[in-house]
């Protein structure tokens, strides 16, 4: 037995940390599974009054950019006095940054618990060991940013080509040679020809929507389940006919990184939410006339001008469509100073808006807006919220 394993560690429980950084590695990397669960029962033949097993964080980055409750109750445990000795295979288990490494080896060497891997056992209130399991942590955490680097710059030199694979939405499938072809099955391809022949119809995203609903027509969903992938029927919703709508990969064109990650600091930890759209200008690849597409890229272009036109929600001064309703020129008309769309707010608490329900006075008012700002001249500012 090791001589810094006391009986004054050993009076006290053992605690296995068990962790993997993804589901994928989690159902395919079995043997280190079996690996990190087989010290258990190493630590009970040391002779540990009890041993206990944190697994909670299987599938959970050690990156620091995730929640891990598992860790957390390590932490919890250690803080408590009754752990004589943290058990895990390398130190990229525990932590992958050095701010939960240095902080997890500050409250074991005060409560004077020791961390043991196959290597060895180490106390972090000697200074060799305490060294020892700095160096450890800290190349762990270069050996992830390492390995990160390289497979980014791998990634992007292979999108780079349109040859990166990644799951394609519903009417595409990935062929033998690698290329992106329109879905052998007749019923899929049919049904996304049809939303774009509704769209050039109706043109509206929620129209068409609508249209599916009350046609009682099923959308092609691709579900997936780690690593497995598969094609359902479901039920019209609206953001899939948008998806459709939207992605240029329809229109043949080969495009990649349309969405980026954004980091923000939530209790002074870094949370990192994804699938923020970027701008066209911004998008890391886009190939056109890479394959066969459902509509062209000009159709395209328009669709995604009509659909920018519908949305008026938005804060920007393009031209927007009419809207329906009894207010007149709802959606057209714009201030005459700022530009921005004028739109009609049926009672306010500050009493600035004006409730206006028939098109009759609708007109009336127009009018009486078009006098007082031919009237007002440069001298006085007029609102455009009313």
Known sequence: ??????????????????????????????????????????AASTGFASVSVIDDDLGRSGSGSTERPGFERLVAQVCSGNVGAVYCIEASRLARNGRDWHHLIDLCALAGTLVIDPDGAYDPRLVNDRLLLGLKGTMSEYELSLMRQRGIAARDSKAGRGELRFMLPPGFCWSEAGKIEIDPDEHVAETIRLVFAKFRELGSGRQVFLWLRSADI???????????????????AYHSVMQILHNPLYAGAYAFGRRAQRTRIVDGRARKATGVRKPRDEWSVLLRDNHQGY????????????????????????????????????????????????????????????????????LTWVSAFVSALAASGSTAPLRCRF
């Open 1 to 42: 037995m090791n001589t810094k394993i006391t009986p004054d560690h050993l009076c006290r429980a053992a605690v296995v940390y068990v962790r993997q950084s993804t589901m994928t590695q989690v159902t395919g990397n079995l043997e280190s599974q079996r690996w990190q669960y087989d010290l258990a029962g190493a």
């Open 218 to 236: 099923k959308m092609p969903v691709v579900l997936r389940n780690v690593d497995v992938c598969k094609l359902a029927w479901k039920a019209p």
């Open 295 to 362: 509509i062209s890229w000009g159709e395209y272009e328009e669709n995604h001008k009509l659909l920018t036109e519908n949305a008026h929600m938005k804060k920007n001064c393009d031209r927007k469509s009419a809207r329906g309703g009894r207010a007149l020129l709802t959606g057209l008309m714009r201030c005459g100073r700022c530009g921005r769309m004028m739109r009609v707010f049926y009672g306010s608490a500050k009493g600035n808006a004006i409730a206006i329900s028939a098109a009759a006075t609708m």
